[in-house]
């Protein structure tokens, strides 16, 4: 037996005249106290159903019990709809079905909530998934991600890349972040990690001779949820050997494109901006930035190095963003505020009103060079940053990207990509002064930097490079170390002795040993993808079951304790639970 000989969403004109039987879901019901109309959905749309008892008595009968969600199948003649119950706004508003038979094929519970309320509370919305994927929100961006995903797939294809599963559970590979642990039966007591990402085994496919690998890989980060941020995500991974950072820049450009294409829209022209890091920190505090507006940080360093006013003169940089608006006391104080959370001890301002009069606590402080080198026009607020060049550089950023929202400088259909270039190989912790990797300590220096001062590795540049979409990162990659002096080099630098470097990566150093081609690759997020190619918020709507900022799954109750004889079994003991803190309301955070 067939269920349905059409779609819902399928019927047109062409079809007046015809015997159809379709099935779904009743999405409305209208009962006309003879009349019962239905609008029957499936997942390309709604057709009206039309019973009238003086045609179909039995299936009349059965329309009565039907409320919303019920799961029908319906047999009838697809008739034209009289002039004035035509609905131009639905791709089947031309026609309706004079239902002759009609099923009921499975019944609903009262709903927590209507398919078509808006503002629903997330929690509930993802503890009764199954309805909300059902909405027409949740139905465009799987269908959307589908496509995109497909098409980069295609992409990878085309250019000879070959997928490649890598292990799940592993020893760990080093992102960043904190492991999620895997305790293991047949050893008691011992733990296999998720892996972060497939970072070394994807170098090791390339020490095998695959030339070219990709994923949708799967990777699991112990880090808190956020917008952007989930415990289980997906990249899609790439690597490649003997080649460039220009090789790699191109593949993921191509694969881009391919999914703007995929699904019709105006693809990012290529080859993509680029800014180097030091640029991007300069003019924009952010490592990825927003360059779909100006408002860029500005310099007053050198001008200031005399300035009568001491926390100028005495800070290590002076910095400062143009505002165009003249604020008034109370928004500063505001801006005031939000500065001081970054971390700024103020936040020193001078306000040019629309008749060019300075207001300023400040002004009378400041020679005429130091204010003509401001160059504030009238209706303008000038907000300073003064201090270490980092914490300015920060808060500026983070200033900037406030006031680029709230003054709506940002143009919202702007899809701007670029790249970001020419990162620094290490960073030093602010509080222990320890020197760390900046992407992964799998990344190369630039070609003439392999040998550095490695007590203090300031200046050596990485062979790293990041994809910024309006702003959000969207991924990583390098060229990596294909040589193990190198790579013992880095792992020195960062802190490792000798035998802890071989104890954790001692099979790395070891494939380097023994032949490894040069290579790199690259990791695009494809959750934040979707999301932005959505214009999603947050990455929990395009993925179909996700876990609100506790980090618990609403849907299934998961995480939960487990019996003793359970842990037993695998070696592992639960200590006291902590009381669990009430659970958050899943927020539109940043
Ligand atoms: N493994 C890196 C990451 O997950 C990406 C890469 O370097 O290819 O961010």
Redesign the pocket.
């Known amino acids: 037996m067939s269920w349905r000989d059409l779609y819902c969403g399928e019927l047109r004109t062409d079809h007046i005249g015809k015997r159809v039987t379709v099935a779904g879901w009743a999405d409305t019901r209208r009962d006309h106290g003879g009349l019962v109309f239905i609008d029957l959905r499936d997942h390309t749309g709604k057709l009206q159903l039309v019973v009238n008892p003086e045609r179909a008595a039995d299936a009349a009968q059965a329309a009565r019990e039907i409320r919303n969600e019920f799961v029908l199948q319906a047999e009838g003649e697809i008739v034209a709809r009289g002039p004035e119950s035509v609905n131009p706004n639905l791709p089947t508003g031309d026609v309706e079905m004079q239902v002759d038979k009609l099923s009921i094929l499975s019944r609903s519970t009262p709903l927590p909530f209507q398919l078509d309320e808006e503002n629903v509370d997330e929690t509930l919305r993802l503890r009764y998934r199954w309805l909300d994927l059902r909405r027409d929100r949740m139905q465009r961006n799987f269908r959307l991600q589908h496509t995109a995903i497909s098409a980069m797939r295609r992409a990878m294809d085309a250019q000879s890349f070959i997928d490649v599963w890598t292990p799940s559970m592993t020893r760990g590979?080093p992102?960043g972040a904190r492991d999620f642990l895997v305790p293991v039966r047949l050893q008691p007591g011992k733990f296999f990690a998720l892996a972060?990402?497939?970072?070394i085994f994807?170098q090791l496919c390339m020490v095998g001779g695959f030339d070219r690998y990709y994923q949708i890989a799967t990777?699991w980060r112990d880090e808190d949820l956020r917008a952007d941020r989930q415990f289980e995500f997906r990249?899609l991974?790439?690597?490649m050997a003997f080649v460039e950072r220009e090789d790699v820049l191109d593949v993921m450009e191509t694969a881009v494109v391919a999914s703007f294409e995929a699904l019709g829209r105006a693809a990012p022209s290529r080859p993509f901006p680029r800014i180097s890091f030091d640029e991007a920190m300069t003019r924009y505090g952010s490592d990825k930035p927003d360059i779909r507006f100006g408002l860029e940080i500005q310099d007053a360093t050198a001008v200031t190095r005399e300035s009568e006013f001491g926390v100028f003169r005495n800070a290590e940089a002076v910095r400062f963003i143009v505002a165009p608006r003249a604020f008034s006391r109370s928004e500063i104080q505001r801006l005031e505020d939000l500065a001081k959370e970054w971390g700024a001890k103020g936040l020193a301002y001078v306000v040019v009103g629309e008749d060019g009069e300075v207001r300023s606590p400040i002004a009378k402080f400041l020679a005429p060079s130091e204010l003509a080198a401001i160059e504030a026009p009238p209706g303008s607020t000038v907000l300073f940053g003064a201090g270490s060049d980092a914490a300015v550089l920060r808060v500026l950023g983070l200033l900037r990207l406030h006031l680029g929202r709230e003054l709506g400088l940002i143009d919202p259909d702007l899809d701007v990509f670029h790249w970001v270039l020419d990162f620094p190989l290490f960073e030093q912790d602010e509080e222990s002064g320890k020197w760390t990797f900046m992407?992964?300590a799998?990344?190369a220096p630039v070609a003439g930097a392999e040998v550095w001062d490695e007590a203090s590795p300031a200046g050596v540049r990485g062979q790293h490079y990041d994809l910024v979409w309006n702003g959000w990162e969207l991924?990583?990659?390098?060229i990596r170390i294909h040589d193990v002096e190198v790579q013992q080099r880095v792992f020195r630098t960062i802190g490792l002795t000798e035998e802890e470097a071989q104890s954790k990566f001692g099979y790395l150093l070891e494939a380097l040993a023994m032949g490894a081609p040069p290579h790199g690759?690259?990791?695009m997020g494809i959750e934040r993808f979707i999301a932005l190619m959505a214009g999603e918020p947050d990455i929990r709507q395009v993925i179909a079951f996700p876990k609100v900022s506790s980090g618990s799954d609403p849907l299934t109750g998961a995480p939960t304790p487990m019996p003793d004889d359970v842990l037993r079994e695998l070696g592992v003991q639960a200590v006291a639970e902590e009381p669990k803190p009430p659970e958050p309301p899943v927020g539109r955070d940043a």
Do not use: I, M
């Open positions: 590979t992102e972060q990402s497939p970072q994807k990777c990249q991974d790439l690597e992407h992964h799998f990344t991924g990583s990659g390098s690759g690259f990791a």
